[in-house]
C-alpha cells in the first residue's frame, strides 16, 4: 500500500529523545581533575559502571566523563527491550558457550534481576514493564525453529512456552502469524531514555562527578594510574578506567578492528485508540520480535504508540558513522509498509516520529570484554543491539577485571575469549555485504542457508540474525 501519507510529518528524532523532561546539561571538565576511577562514555555501559562502583566502594571518588550528553546515542533511542539473554539469544549461546550455558542464563536472569531492583531502590521513572517478550513466527520455517527452542530451552535453564499460530494469535492478532515463543520473564519493557537519566540522577546522588561536553582523545600510563587527554587539554589523572564507548571508536586501537557500526531505524506510530488496541489484542504489553534474519522488533509504549524498527541493518563502508545517516526515507517506507502487512487493522494509523543510530556488533553477536596497559584499563564492546539489559552485567566484568582479582565472572570462557575480529577494507564491506544479501535470500528460501553462510557457520563467525 502507499505509505508516504502515513510518514507524512513524522519527526525526525528519538521519539524517547523528544521529551520536555530531558535534564539540562552538565559542566564540561574546566580543569584538570584526579580520581580513583574514570569512567569514559555515559550510555548505559559508563552509567551502570560508574553507579555500581559507587555502591561497591561509596568512598571511592568516580568521575564519568561524556563527549556528547548523557545517554544521546543508542542508549537514548534503542527499542527499549532489556533482555536477560547475554549471548544474543540461546540458539548463539549453544553454538559459543555451550558448556556453560547454563550459568550464562542464570546470571542473566540475575542480572535482569537486579536492574529491576535498581530501578525500584532510586525510583527511577522509566516505564519499567517486566512483561516478556513474544517470538513470532511469520513463515512456516520459523514455526518450526521455535519449536526446536522449546524444546531445548529447559535443558539451559530457560523457561519459555510454544504458542500455535491460534495461541499466538491470541496474544497479538496478526494474519502473519504461524507460531509463537512466551518468554514470561525474560525481558522488561523500559523507556530508554528514561532510564539514562535516572541513572545518571542516581549517579549524582551517590557523589559521581559527571561532565558532559568532553572528549576524551588519548590514554597513557602515569606512575601506577592512568591519564585521559582531553580535546579541550585538561588532563583527568584515574588510578583505574573503564571504557564504555562501545561504537564508537576505541581509545586502545587495538580493540578497534572487532567492532562494526551498523544502522537501525524505527518508526514510532500515534497513541492507539481503545478500539485501534481492541482490534489486536496484546493485553500483556509483551515486547515482539520475528524470528526472520531480517527481523522487526515491536512493542508498545506507555502511552499506548506502538514503536515498529528493525529489518534494514546498514554498513557503510570504512565504519563511517555521520548524523546525516540516521535518516534513511527509502528504509523508512519500507518499514512502514512491514507495519500495514502485519497490522491490517490499522491502515488509518499514522506514525509520529522515524529515526535511526549506529549500534555495535561483533562477529560472535555478544558482547566480549578485556583489559589494556597491565590491567589498569578495562572495557566491554560488542552488545549487538542487547545492551539495555547486558551492559550492567558488563559494568560488572569491567569493575572485576580492574581489582586484579578473579571472580565468578572473569573466569568465564565469555569472558576470557574473544571474537574473530573484521578483515581490513574492502574486504570488511563485501563481506558484510554479501552476508547481509545471503540472509535475504535465506528469508524468501524456507530458511535455507546459502554456501556462503554455511562457510561462515564452520568458522564460527555466526551471522545468524
Known amino acids: 500500500m502507499e505509505v508516504s501519507h502515513a510518514l507524512a510529518g513524522a519527526a525526525p528524532v528519538p521519539f524517547w529523545l523528544d521529551d520536555p523532561g530531558r535534564p539540562e546539561p552538565l559542566p564540561a571538565v574546566a580543569e584538570h581533575l584526579s580520581c580513583d576511577l574514570a569512567v569514559v562514555g555515559g550510555g548505559y555501559s559508563g552509567l551502570w559502571t560508574a553507579l555500581i562502583a559507587k555502591e561497591r566502594d561509596p568512598g571511592r571518588d568516580v568521575v564519568l566523563i561524556e563527549a556528547n550528553r548523557i545517554g544521546w546515542a543508542a542508549s537514548g533511542r534503542n527499542g527499549g527491550f532489556a533482555e536477560a539473554s547475554l549471548t544474543h539469544g540461546l540458539p548463539n549461546g549453544i553454538d559459543r558457550f555451550e558448556s556453560e550455558l547454563p550459568t550464562l542464563v542464570r546470571l542473566g536472569e540475575a542480572n535482569l534481576d537486579a536492574m529491576q531492583a535498581t530501578v525500584q531502590k532510586y ?19 520459523q514455526a518450526a525453529d521455535l519449536a526446536e527452542y522449546a524444546s531445548v530451552a529447559g535443558q539451559y535453564g530457560e523457561d519459555v512456552e510454544f504458542l500455535d499460530a491460534d495461541a499466538v494469535r491470541a496474544e497479538l492478532n496478526s494474519p502473519t502469524y504461524h507460531a509463537g515463543l512466551w518468554d514470561r520473564e525474560g ?52 588510578g583505574r578506567v573503564a571504557l564504555g564507548t562501545n561504537v564508537f571508536p576505541s581509545l586502545i586501537k587495538r580493540v578497534r578492528p572487532y567492532i562494526v557500526p551498523v544502522y537501525d531505524y524505527a518508526l514510532m506510530t500515534e497513541p492507539l485508540t481503545d478500539a485501534q488496541l481492541d482490534a489486536i489484542g496484546w493485553r500483556h504489553r509483551q515486547g515482539v520480535g520475528d524470528s526472520a534474519n531480517h527481523f522487526h522488533y515491536y512493542r508498545l509504549s506507555a502511552d499506548n504508540r506502538i514503536l515498529w524498527g528493525g529489518y534494514d ?153
Not at 123 to 139: H, M
Not at 194 to 221: N, Y
Not at 326 to 338: I, S, V, Y
Request: aromatic content about 10%; hydrophobic content about 40%; overall charge neutral.
Open 123 to 141: 525510583g527511577i521513572d522509566c516505564d519499567f514493564e517486566r512483561t516478556g517478550q513474544l517470538s513470532v513466527a511469520t513463515a512456516a520455517w
Open 187 to 238: 525481558c522488561a519493557m523500559v523507556h530508554p531514555a528514561k532510564l539514562a537519566w535516572g541513572l545518571r540522577d542516581a549517579c549524582l546522588a551517590l557523589g559521581v562527578r559527571i561532565h558532559e561536553g568532553t572528549r576524551v582523545t588519548g590514554l597513557e600510563k602515569s606512575g601506577t594510574g592512568m591519564v585521559l587527554h582531553t580535546e579541550s587539554g585538561r588532563r583527568i589523572t584515574a
Open 313 to 465: 541493518a546498514v554498513y557503510h563502508f570504512g565504519n563511517r558513522i555521520a548524523p546525516e545517516l540516521d535518516q534513511r526515507p527509502k528504509t523508512f517506507e519500507k518499514l512502514a509498509g512491514h507495519f500495514y502487512d502485519t497490522f491490517p487493522q490499522l491502515t488509518d494509523l499514522r506514525f509520529s516520529h522515524e529515526w535511526g543510530g549506529v549500534i555495535d556488533t561483533c562477529t560472535r553477536f555478544c558482547a566480549f570484554f578485556d583489559t589494556a596497559y597491565d590491567g589498569r584499563v578495562a572495557y566491554a564492546a560488542g552488545f549487538t543491539g542487547l545492551g539495555v539489559g547486558a551492559t550492567r552485567f558488563g559494568a560488572e566484568v569491567m569493575l572485576d577485571l580492574l581489582t586484579g582479582e578473579p571472580t565468578e565472572l572473569t573466569e568465564l570462557e565469555m569472558v576470557r575469549s574473544k571474537p574473530l575480529p573484521f578483515p581490513p577494507e574492502p574486504f570488511k564491506a563485501i563481506g558484510i555485504n554479501t552476508t547481509a544479501w545471503s540472509l535475504a535470500r535465506a528469508d524468501h528460501n524456507g530458511g535455507k542457508r546459502n554456501l556462503w553462510l554455511r562457510t561462515l557457520d564452520r568458522f564460527g563467525l555466526g551471522f545468524d540474525s
